[in-house]
């Protein structure tokens, strides 16, 4: 079994990436074969920093090596090294309707946050797309704010095999049970990130123990005072469902154990749990940000390993579509 996911090098990663996608990638490297991407074309659809971006490549490579991706077992490239990614997008922009992407929530969440709305920006999902068909992938670990574009994804696949033969396999999106929508520890209300979130409610793989802690203390929760997972106690939730992650235990299993805990002892808990999951990610993550040219030779082997398969798709696509010269 093939496993794909893509993650955006932007800024530092919090926690609902972590919990709702990078563990799951580690996971997955039990069930089938990884390939995980850092899609830096996703990246520059939005204002950005050109230097930036290529630190933040780093970084991130060295979080998901930190977290456990073991570049041995799994592919880890940078989206940019392998070009078929962006020919499979212009391929797969024709078997797109124009109209599917402007009903794209992310499209419509993001061209709001920005004055200049680039046509990149439109095609976002048809990249993605792209990038998890060229590799006949058959399961695509997401948080559930993916789940639209994994929903894109298969329906362009459909179309593309229904007009041209059975070339492109169907993928399915894997969502966490807990953990795949964490929220702002300030606004419960807002999924945890970067851009939209709160600096107080936003916890950051890289925070120092303490900073953790902290960001634990002050979380919202409600003026209730029972710790149950319910839809009126959005606060609650979130901290029971980001502690379950932590622990690999249950929701119900951490309701039992906490029967009767103040709030406040409730998220010191969490935030001393969270703390001692990140901190050996945190370690490891400095030594290897560390050695860029080391960073720098991992994403090389891997975008090498990713372009033999990429290439026998594209041969594939194209002698489907009636693109360039037969092939022999
Ligand atoms: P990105 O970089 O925004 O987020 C990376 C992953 O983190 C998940 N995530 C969350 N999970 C739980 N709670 C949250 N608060 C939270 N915030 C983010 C996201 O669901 C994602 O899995 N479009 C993608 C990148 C991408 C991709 C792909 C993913 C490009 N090509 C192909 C899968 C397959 C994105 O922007 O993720």
């Known amino acids: ?26 996971a997955g490297q039990q069930r089938g074969d990884g390939i995980y991407c850092i899609v830096d074309l996703h990246a520059i659809t939005v204002p950005y920093d050109p230097a930036q971006l290529r630190r933040d490549v780093y970084d991130l490579a060295a979080v ?23 020919e499979l997008q ?17 499209f419509k969440d993001k061209s709001a946050q920005h004055e200049f709305i680039s046509a990149g920006l439109f095609g976002y999902p048809v990249l993605m797309a792209a990038d998890i068909l ?13 789940r639209q574009h994994v929903e894109l994804t298969r329906d362009v696949a459909q179309r593309f095999n229904a007009r041209f033969g059975e070339v492109l396999v169907i993928p399915e999106g894997y969502y966490p049970p807990v953990g795949a929508r964490i929220m702002d520890l300030q606004n419960p209300e807002r999924k945890m990130s970067t851009t939209g979130g709160s600096p107080q409610g936003t ?18 929760t409600d003026s209730g005072r029972e710790i149950r997972h319910h839809r009126d106690k959005p606060g609650v939730s979130n901290l029971l469902e980001i502690l379950a992650a932590v622990r690999s235990s249950s929701v119900q299993e951490l309701e039992r154990e906490f029967d009767g805990v103040g709030y406040g002892d409730f998220k010191l808990a969490v ?12 370690e490891r993550y400095a030594q290897l940000r560390a050695d860029e040219p080391a960073l720098e030779r991992e994403l090389e082997r891997g975008a090498q390993r990713a372009r033999g398969i990429a290439s026998e798709t594209m041969r594939a696509v194209r002698e489907a579509m009636g693109v360039g010269r037969r092939a022999g």
Do not use: C
């Not at 090098?9 to 709702?20: A, D, E, Q, V």
């Not at 073991?70 to 990614?85: F, G, K, M, T, W």
């Not at 060229?134 to 993916?146: C, F, K, M, S």
């Open 1 to 26: 079994m093939r496993i794909f996911s893509g993650i955006q090098p932007t800024g530092r990663k919090h926690l609902g990436n972590y919990i709702g996608a990078v563990e799951q990638y580690v």
């Open 64 to 86: 998901l090596l930190a977290a456990g991706i073991e570049p041995q077992r799994s592919i880890l490239l940078r989206q940019s090294d392998v070009a078929e990614h962006t």
């Open 90 to 106: 212009w391929l797969l922009m024709s078997s797109t309707a124009y109209g599917e992407l402007t009903r794209m929530t992310q």
């Open 134 to 146: 060229l590799y006949r992938t058959d399961q695509v670990p997401v948080g559930d704010d993916q």
């Open 203 to 220: 916890v950051y793989v890289t925070d120092e123990p303490d900073v953790i802690i902290k960001k634990f203390r002050t979380a919202v």
């Open 271 to 282: 935030g001393e749990a969270v703390a001692g999951y990140l901190a050996p990610v945190r």
